[in-house]
């Protein structure tokens, strides 16, 4: 099973693409999108200005993903996704279902792309109060779920601490625990 879960800061990871767990206006904030803005450089930010200039004038909605570069990082792409926010989807089924498309629609553009290798944070599960353990098993079936499809594709799950990764591993069960590394 191509799945790793490992600690650390996303925005040194080496994969194909990482995620951002980004919001709706796609213009960056705190948490792990604030730290990919700076990490990647001002290239992320005209990109994703032009994105929303061109084709989607609106806003990003909840669980679709757009692509940019990934700037001065080491990954390729930076692939924005839109998390649900815990407590106002109507009913949290819906935001189950949500935090499940996000997931899903990042790891289709990363195929698109032509990507193998992704890494995901825990979406929505910082600013935006998903319980982090009902996220967990979310994230890691839908993640099973798409490679079972896909299998050429490999997938990262990364937490920022110790704790997180924790609750993710517990959560899942060791499901998603296949290749653990540091
Ligand atoms: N590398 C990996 N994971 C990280 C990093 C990092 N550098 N920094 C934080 N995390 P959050 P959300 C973890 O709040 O809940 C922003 O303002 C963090 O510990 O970044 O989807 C956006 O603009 C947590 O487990 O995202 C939106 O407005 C996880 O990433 C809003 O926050 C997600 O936490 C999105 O909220």
């Known amino acids: 099973m191509p799945i790793q879960i490992k600690t650390g800061d996303i ?28 990490a ?34 080491p990954s390729h792409y930076v692939i924005h996704t ?13 935001c189950d279902l949500l935090l499940a498309d996000a997931y899903r629609n990042s ?4 195929r698109q792309l032509g990507c193998r290798s992704v890494t995901f944070p825990a979406i929505s599960t910082g600013i935006y109060g998903f319980p982090a353990d ?14 079972e499809s896909h299998p050429e594709m490999e997938v990262t799950f990364i937490f920022h601490s110790e704790e997180s990764r924790r609750i993710f591993e517990e959560a899942t069960g060791g499901e998603c625990k296949a290749a653990s590394t540091a």
């Open 134 to 147: 009902r996220a967990a098993r979310i994230a890691c079936r839908t993640v099973r779920k798409f490679l």
């Open 40 to 73: 990647g450089g001002p290239e992320i930010l005209e990109e994703c200005k032009r994105i929303r200039r061109e084709r989607l004038p609106g806003s990003l909605p909840t669980g679709q993903a757009v692509a940019t570069t990934a700037g001065r990082m």
């Open 82 to 94: 839109v998390g649900p926010i815990w407590g106002r989807c109507s009913g949290e089924e819906v």
């Open 11 to 38: 925005t040194r990871e080496g994969s194909c693409a990482i995620v951002n767990a980004a919001n709706s206006s796609c213009m960056g904030g705190g948490g792990v999108d604030g730290a990919i803005h700076r």
């Open 107 to 110: 790891l289709s553009l990363a």
